[in-house]
């Protein structure tokens, strides 16, 4: 792969990285000689993680930090970590998303609403922020921040338990474009990229869909959290010129 070496020892953040799309990330980052700071709401899946990958190393690879990404407050908290820690950070991968079971736009309340939007857009608008700030006081100018999308950025799917999750992968893939146009602005060569994934083999839509999610799951083709990984990992490896704009990928069979 091309590029690849130049990230052996530089940091990266992954959010939501304790499961699914995120912790098969973590997993091949540190596999290429990556530091990662691995943030998630529940602290023990991060600190499993964490020691299996530590194991047998001299210096730890893998930093887990409890964050919030919805909780402004934590994500500083996580940034100053960042900085005592590693002192810097390469790439951003703003994974951690949510959606609900309560949240159709006929019926859904308004707060699953804001829940979503706090961690898919504003979480996400925060650790890219904070991500970006720290790399040009630092003086990294190859930097590179992935949006962890959808392919219901791209088309409204035909379910209301959807719906309003849609609306907020819409707002992500608006986020891409307007942080590209602000970068170009500053003449900044920092990278923006999005995936927009279709059905994956995680446990994401257990939430919204409760006692249905294992007949659909065994239902439908999926892609691996795996394949996901790699496909980060092909645009973070670009040469400096070439910028991945989206990968849209779904599995060969899913119908929309
Ligand atoms: N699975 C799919 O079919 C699919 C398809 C398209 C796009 N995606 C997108 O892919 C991303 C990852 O999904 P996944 O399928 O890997 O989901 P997953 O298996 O449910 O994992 C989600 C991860 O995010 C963490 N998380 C959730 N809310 C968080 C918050 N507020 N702050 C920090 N971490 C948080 C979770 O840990 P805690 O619960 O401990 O916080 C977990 O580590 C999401 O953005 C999702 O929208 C998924």
Same mark, same amino acid.
């Given at each position: 792969m091309a590029n690849s070496s130049r990230w052996v020892g530089r940091v990266a953040i992954v959010t939501g990285g304790s499961a699914g799309i995120g912790e098969a990330t973590v997993r091949l980052l540190v596999k290429e000689g990556m530091k990662v700071v691995v943030c998630a709401r529940k602290l023990e899946g991060l600190q499993t993680l964490a020691a299996e990958?530590?194991?047998? &190393?001299?210096?730890?690879?893998?930093?887990? *930090?409890?964050?919030?990404?919805?909780?402004?407050?934590?994500?500083?908290?996580?940034?100053?970590? =960042?900085?005592?820690?590693?002192?810097?950070?390469?790439?951003?991968?703003n994974n951690a998303g949510i959606n609900l079971g309560n949240a159709g736009l006929l019926?859904?309340?308004?707060?699953?609403?804001?829940?979503?939007?706090? *961690?898919?857009? =504003?979480?996400?608008?925060?650790? +890219?922020?904070? %991500?970006?700030k720290l790399m040009r006081e630092?003086?990294?100018?190859?930097?590179?921040?992935?949006?962890?999308?959808s392919f219901?950025?791209?088309?409204?799917?035909? %379910?209301?338990?959807?719906?309003?999750y849609s609306a907020s992968k819409y707002a992500v893939?608006?986020? +891409?474009?307007?942080?590209?146009?602000?970068?170009?602005?500053?003449?900044?060569? =920092?990278?923006?990229?999005?995936? %927009?994934?279709?059905? *994956?083999e995680t446990?994401?839509?257990?939430?919204?869909? &409760?006692?249905?999610?294992?007949e659909f799951m065994s239902s439908k083709q999926t892609v691996s959290p795996e394949d996901i990984a790699q496909l980060v990992w092909t645009c973070i490896c670009q040469p400096a010129h070439v910028q991945i704009h989206?990968?849209?990928?779904?599995? +060969?069979q899913q119908v929309h």
């Open positions: 990958l530590n194991q047998n &190393k001299a210096e730890s690879s893998v930093l887990p *930090v409890q964050c919030d990404v919805s909780q402004e407050a934590q994500v500083l908290e996580m940034f100053n970590k =960042i900085r005592s820690e590693f002192g810097r950070v390469d790439i951003c991968i019926d859904g309340s308004t707060e699953s609403w804001q829940q979503i939007i706090n *961690v898919n857009v =504003i979480g996400l608008c925060i650790c +890219t922020r904070e %991500s970006i630092k003086g990294i100018d190859d930097g590179h921040v992935i949006h962890i999308s219901s950025g791209h088309r409204v799917p035909g %379910s209301s338990l959807l719906h309003f893939n608006a986020c +891409t474009e307007g942080l590209r146009q602000e970068l170009r602005a500053i003449k900044s060569n =920092i990278r923006v990229s999005s995936l %927009s994934p279709g059905l *994956v446990d994401f839509n257990k939430v919204a869909m &409760k006692g249905d999610f294992d989206d990968i849209l990928v779904r599995p +060969t």
